[in-house]
T-cell receptor, first 109, second 115 residues
Framework: GEDVEQSLFLSVREGDSSVINCTYT??????LYWYKQEPGAGLQLLTYIFSNMDMKQDQRLTVLLNKKDKHLSLRIADTQTGDSAIYFCAQGDDYKLSFGAGTTVTVRA | KAGVTQTPRYLIKTRGQQVTLSCSPI?????VSWYQQTPGQGLQFLFE???????NKGNFPGRFSGRQFSNSRSEMNVSTLELGDSALYLC??????????????FGPGTRLTVL
């Protein structure tokens, strides 16, 4: 979507941390989301962050939000082969989400 | 609970035909949203239904339409198919109601190919 931008590709070694970045334009969204899509599957919600928060940690996932710069990032600690997928950041309210183009994460041994 | 189901999973049509896709939301969910996913345009919001009423609409031509039934199942229809309509069509369900938190549970999608 034109309102949300992400880098397209990320290659990471197994066991390292992955950081996926996203910028957005609509500062009015109450929540921002990270979704994961594996081949042949729909989207799975990984985590979300309330727009008034700076950081949220959920097991291996850490979300950082810089509201001033409209920048959102997702860090995956100890990246595993099962983390290979496309990751989408999304924003929106009222059941109408705008998605970024998706970042394809490839985990190499 | 069973997840969101979409039928059919794969569909091949020719230009000019019409197609109907079906989505069954998670039991108890009343909101159903539809998205189109293409390599060029990414994921784009089509429309959202709640209690049989279209509540939100994206920027798609009138060839794209939908409806929702009293059991919350939803269908979307595309008439006069064009090559550019080839895409993965994703349906998502949510509990619905008034909330700014919009966790949407996605189905596996219907892969439509237009020849």
């Amino acid at each position: 979507g034109e309102d949300v931008e992400q880098s397209l590709f990320l290659s990471v070694r197994e066991g390292d941390s992955s950081v996926i970045n996203c910028t957005y334009t609509d500062s009015s969204s109450t929540y921002l989301y990270w979704y994961k899509q594996e081949p042949g599957a729909g989207l799975q919600l990984l985590t979300y962050i309330f727009s008034n928060m700076d950081m949220k940690q959920d097991q291996r996932l850490t979300v950082l939000l810089n509201k001033k710069d409209k920048h959102l990032s997702l860090r995956i600690a100890d990246t595993q082969t099962g983390d290979s997928a496309i990751y989408f950041c999304a924003q929106g309210d009222d059941y109408k989400l705008s998605f970024g183009a998706g970042t394809t994460v490839t985990v190499r041994a | 609970k069973a997840g969101v189901t979409q039928t059919p999973r794969y569909l091949i049509k020719t230009r000019g035909q019409q197609v109907t896709l079906s989505c069954s939301p998670i039991s108890g969910h009343r909101s159903v949203s539809w998205y189109q996913q293409t390599p060029g345009q990414g994921l784009q919001f089509l429309f959202e239904y709640f209690s049989e009423t279209q509540r939100n609409k994206g920027n798609f031509p009138g060839r794209f339409s939908g409806r929702q039934f009293s059991n919350s199942r939803s269908e979307m229809n595309v008439s006069t198919l064009e090559l550019g309509d080839s895409a993965l069509y994703l349906c998502a369900s949510s509990p619905g109601g008034s909330s700014s938190y919009n966790e949407q549970f996605f189905g596996p999608g219907t892969r439509l190919t237009v020849l």
